[in-house]
């Protein structure tokens, strides 16, 4: 025994091979790429985190040295059992035996705790995984019991409704028994009629879907494509423009009669004597405003020859402006004798005027129109007629007169705004030479920026041609341009498209006004139905008390 297995001690459980391991075996399992390796710093072994990890490492390290500790001590015993029983080698066997012992008790005890820690490991994932299923039952369980509630309820619901309409049908069943036979017939044709429109108020129902089905594609192709969102806006315009004619074509229906127009014009007359009044008045006015403006006229004339003589007494101090007051004097003849012709213009016309009002003043006698009605028992029919056609030739010429004296007017008061205020801008000749200082200079600053912009746009264009004739070439072999014409193929076809769907607008048109008149005739069967609840309800009472 104690040849074989040492000093007479129990062998392990565990046989050993008998064989080395090899490197990779006494290399801890940390270090073979099943977790991350520990760090290891200058410090040691004391700087890293003892955790489960690190702990199970060293127990398996530990094991590893006492295999292979048994494996020396093995080796020694052979090498002992050839050299002889001497008494010193038999020590040694003991001690070795001893040893071994000890070295095998401790790996059982490494072993039983690998075992229990991976039991635990195993003991807590189960727990886990029992909890989360315990819960997940819980949820399931809930949710049963509130689907089975809630079907437990619409059955409830259910029967109760089956029940509501079946005393309906009894009741109106009971009404209708209690409806004399006229009556009865009348409901059965109603009902029979209801029964013939139903396939038919489906059947529009169903073209309907289909017809808003197609609106629908309708919309995404129009928004799909720009022509025709354009060309269904034209449509809506020409609809706007037809509504817009009739529009215009009931107004023009509207409108007053000659007889109308004629008692108008006479009261226009009446009201247009007072305002040809005020227009004499407003000529006086501005007779005298151009008398004042045209004595002002010759002080200025006359001041501006004192200025000049001033000017020329004065040559050797502003010899230096002396040039632009020499262009100054030689526009301002063009300009007076421009406002001469002007003022002369404006005298002619307004002796036109004057003689035109007289005229029409002279042939008019305001005192006749107030005596028209005086003699108009005394005359006959033609004279009566005589003076109505004057009175209209007198009318129309007032009226002639009126529109001339108004755009006259307007135009002679435009003319006196423009001369005051060339007078105002020639009061002091200095200003108006500085303003066209300041604007000669503004203009020059703008001519030189516009040649600048001249310029740098020439040499844009330049180089836009040179790198036009540099594409060219490359242009007609490129893919895109020839995509490009295959859109402008695409844009064809679209065109196309878009007179189908204006042939397809117009059967939706017609359509909706199928489906209009079909939801009046529903509204109409329905207001029906409610008449005939409502009397054979009316009619109830009557057969109660037959029936005892």
Do not use: W
Not at 245 to 254: C, D, R, T
Not at 376 to 395: C, H
Not at 471 to 484: A, F, M, R, S
Not at 500 to 517: C, G, P, R, V, Y
């Amino acid at each position: 025994m104690i040849g074989e297995h040492g000093v007479g001690r129990v062998p392990s459980a565990r046989p050993s091979s008998g064989v080395l391991l090899s490197r990779a075996g006494r290399v801890p399992s940390s270090h073979h790429g099943v977790h991350t390796p520990m760090p290891m710093t200058a410090g040691g072994m004391f700087r890293m985190p003892k955790d489960k990890r690190y702990y199970m490492h060293t127990m398996k390290s530990h094991m590893n040295l006492i295999r292979e500790e048994l494996i020396k001590l093995q080796r020694q015993t052979a090498i002992y059992r050839t050299t002889g029983n001497q008494t010193a080698f038999r020590k040694i066997a003991e001690s070795s035996a001893q040893t071994y012992s000890e070295n095998q008790e401790l790996l059982t005890i490494y072993n039983l705790v690998l075992e229990i820690q991976a039991s635990q490991d195993k003991y807590v994932k189960l727990s886990y995984e029992t909890n989360l299923l315990k819960e997940k039952n819980k949820l399931c369980l809930t949710d049963l019991d509130n689907l089975i509630s809630a079907r437990v309820l619409r059955e409830e619901s259910i029967e109760g409704i089956k029940k509501e309409i079946e005393e309906e049908q009894r009741y109106v069943q009971e009404i209708i028994d209690s409806l004399p036979d006229d009556e009865k017939a009348q409901y059965t044709n109603l009902y029979n009629n209801n029964k013939s429109i139903l396939p038919k108020i489906r059947k529009t129902e169903d073209e309907l879907k289909a017809c808003r089905e197609s609106y629908k594609q309708l919309k995404k192709t129009l928004n799909k494509s720009v022509n025709k969102q354009k060309y269904f806006v034209l449509i809506q315009n020409l609809n706007k423009g037809k509504k817009h004619k009739e529009s215009l074509e009931i107004e023009s229906k509207e409108m007053l009669t000659p007889t109308q127009q004629r008692e108008n014009l006479i009261q226009q007359v009446r009201t247009n004597k007072a305002d040809t009044e005020s227009l004499l008045n407003m000529l006086k006015l501005l007779e005298q405003d151009y008398q004042s403006k045209e004595e002002r006229l010759e002080i200025l004339k006359f001041q501006l020859s004192e200025n000049n003589a001033k000017h020329l007494k004065k040559h050797k101090e502003l010899r230096q402006r002396e040039i632009l007051i020499n262009s100054f004097n030689s526009t301002f003849p063009e300009k007076s004798a421009s406002l001469i012709v002007r003022i002369e213009t404006a005298k002619n016309e307004i002796l036109l005027l004057l003689k035109a009002s007289a005229k029409s003043i002279a042939d008019l006698n305001f005192e006749e129109l107030d005596n028209i009605q005086l003699n108009l028992n005394q005359s006959s029919e033609a004279d009566i007629k005589d003076r109505i056609n004057l009175f209209a030739m007198r009318l129309a010429r007032l009226l002639d007169c009126k529109v001339k004296y108004q755009k006259d007017i307007e135009a002679i008061k435009e003319k006196r705004v423009l001369l005051q205020r060339d007078l105002k801008k020639f009061e002091n000749p200095e200003r108006v030479k500085e303003d066209t200082e300041t604007k000669y200079l503004s203009q020059t600053y703008k001519r030189d920026e516009l040649r600048h912009t001249l310029l740098t746009t020439k040499s844009a264009v330049t180089e836009a041609e040179r790198i036009q004739a540099e594409l060219d070439p490359q242009l007609y072999d490129n893919n895109i341009y020839k995509t490009i014409q295959e859109l402008e193929k695409e844009l064809e076809a679209v065109d196309n498209e878009i007179q189908d769907i204006k042939s397809s607008l117009n059967q939706m048109q017609i359509k909706e006004a199928i489906s209009n008149k079909l939801r009046d005739i529903e509204s109409l069967v329905f207001l029906k139905n409610e008449q005939l609840v409502k009397t054979a309800r009316a009619k109830k009472p009557k057969v109660v008390e037959s029936t005892p």
